[in-house]
């Protein structure tokens, strides 16, 4: 256990459903990030919370809808995903500009 | 933005002595971080590389050259659970902080 909680660990949705990836962290982090990971692929940053404030999206498709209801929690909801969006799904989460402490992501499929 | 480049795979034997190469280039370096991951378990930072020498912790050193754009990952003694993905992520100084990864490396490390 990192201190940085996903879930669920796996998901396996249909390309109608709609669906919520959790993360929650209480490191006192004032920063958190989702991150995707596909096979053979560099770690794509999604989303960045700064203080609960959006300050990055890396173009990233309006399928994907991040919300940090607080400094605390971070939610991905997915709607109409496409099967290539399959992947690791990876939250994490830093205080300032240190190194990043990171969830055990969530493994999703796309059917 | 940087180009990171470390190989894709690696194999070594137990006990022995593997050194995995990262190298980069930035317009203007911050900072090069090396995590750990294990298949399907959340990435783990290693170490935090920003001037040039070697730092040591225990099995695992890291070397950084900035000059040459160049780190090193170096692992002693090594054991089964060492087999794992092994992630250079570098910073720059631009407006964010937030690093980019390489693509990993997976290391076997076979009896």
């Known amino acids: 256990e990192t201190g940085v909680t996903q879930t669920p660990r796996h998901l396996v949705m249909g390309m109608t459903n709609k669906k919520s990836l959790k993360c929650e962290q209480h490191?006192?982090?004032?920063?958190m990030y989702w991150y995707k990971q596909s096979a053979k692929k560099p770690l794509e940053l999604m989303f960045v919370?700064?203080?609960?404030?959006?300050?990055e999206n890396n173009s990233v498709p309006s399928r994907f809808s991040p919300e940090c209801p607080n400094s605390s929690h971070l939610f991905l909801h997915l709607h109409t995903l496409q099967p290539e969006d399959s992947a690791l799904y990876l939250c994490?989460?830093?205080?300032?500009?240190?190194?990043?402490?990171f969830g055990s992501g969530t493994r999703l499929t796309v059917v | 933005g940087q180009n990171i480049d470390q190989p894709t795979e690696m194999t070594a034997t137990e006990g022995a002595i593997v050194q995995i190469n990262c190298t980069y280039q930035?317009?203007?370096?911050?900072?090069l971080f090396w995590y750990q991951q294990h298949a399907g378990e959340a990435p783990t930072f290693l170490s935090y590389?920003?001037?040039?020498g070697l730092e040591e912790k225990g099995r695992f050193s890291s070397f950084l050259s900035r000059s040459k754009g160049y780190s090193y990952l170096l692992l002693k003694e090594l054991q089964m659970k060492d087999s794992a993905s092994y992630l250079c992520?570098?910073?720059?100084?631009?407006?964010?902080?937030?690093?980019?990864f390489g693509r990993g490396t997976s290391l076997i490390v076979h009896p």
């Open positions: 994490a989460s830093s205080l300032r500009d240190d190194g990043y402490t």
């Open positions: 490191l006192g982090h004032n920063a």
């Open positions: 919370y700064n203080f609960k404030e959006q300050t």
């Open positions: 930035t317009s203007g370096f911050n900072g």
């Open positions: 590389n920003v001037l040039d």
């Open positions: 992520a570098v910073r720059d100084t631009g407006g964010s902080y937030i690093p980019t």
